[in-house]
């Protein structure tokens, strides 16, 4: 089983400034990498895809990045609704697909 | 707009069933892969099964393997997840979530998730 580790478990960022999440891979999984954002009450939502598309939808401040076993979703400048908790997923090598177990982004 | 909506979620007794129901729309059920996604109070995201759009393969996680068993009516557009022997620690809400590759043979995936229901509730409890 692949093990997703995210860091930090909680971001403090201030509104206008650029929050950088990372998630780490046990074993490699070349670009098969989504994100995604959840607020309280609601179900998750997709944000990029294959490591570093965006989804249908999403601003441009959203990015990702990486390969192998280490990517990177950067959110370029924090708006009020970006305060959530966002997660990656693995599927390369599945099943089982395997979440990280979260980052929370909070207003500073 | 693709709509996905779970229903059967409630309170059962340690060692009970439950079987949950997706009902989709908007889009060619058939033709893409369907999975459980559940969250316990409070934590993360845990992967709970996939089936194939033609119904042909199925995947469980450890934790649920001979205990549920994911199928689907393609005629009906909706897919289910029967839960048996249901323990304490599977107390979460369960999302149903959409494929996001068109496969018309109903065999291929990619594994991640595009769209989301909004969810319901299991409790597990005495």
């Known amino acids: 089983e692949i093990v997703m580790t995210q860091s930090p478990v909680t971001l403090s960022v201030s509104p206008g400034e650029r929050a950088t999440l990372s998630c780490r891979a046990s074993?490699?999984?070349?670009?098969?990498l989504a994100w995604y954002q959840q607020k309280p009450g609601q179900a998750p939502r997709l944000l990029i895809y294959?490591?570093?598309t965006r989804a249908t939808g999403i601003p441009a401040r959203f990015s990702g990045s990486g390969s192998g076993t280490q990517f990177t979703l950067t959110i370029s400048s924090l708006q009020s609704e970006d305060f959530a908790v966002y997660y990656c997923l693995q599927y390369n090598n599945w099943p089982p697909l395997t979440f990280g177990g979260g980052t929370k982004v909070e207003i500073k | 707009e693709v709509q996905l909506e779970e229903s059967g979620g409630g309170l059962v007794q340690p060692g009970g069933s439950l079987r949950l129901s997706c009902a989709a729309s908007?889009?060619?059920?058939?033709?893409?892969?369907m999975s459980w996604v559940r969250q316990p109070p409070g934590k993360g995201l845990e992967w709970v099964s996939t089936i194939s759009g033609s119904g042909g393969s199925k995947y469980y996680a450890d934790s649920v393997k001979g205990r549920f068993t994911i199928s689907r009516d393609n005629f009906k557009n909706t897919f289910y997840l029967q839960m048996d022997s249901l323990r304490a620690e599977d107390t979460a809400v369960y999302y149903c979530?959409?494929?996001?590759?068109?496969?018309?043979?109903?065999?291929?995936?990619?594994?991640?998730?595009?769209?989301w229901g909004q969810g319901t509730l299991v409790t597990v409890s005495s």
């Open positions: 908007e889009f060619t059920f058939s033709s893409y892969a």
């Open positions: 074993q490699s999984v070349s670009s098969s």
């Open positions: 294959d490591a570093s």
């Open positions: 979530a959409k494929d996001p590759y068109y496969d018309s043979s109903g065999y291929m995936y990619r594994g991640y998730f595009d769209y």
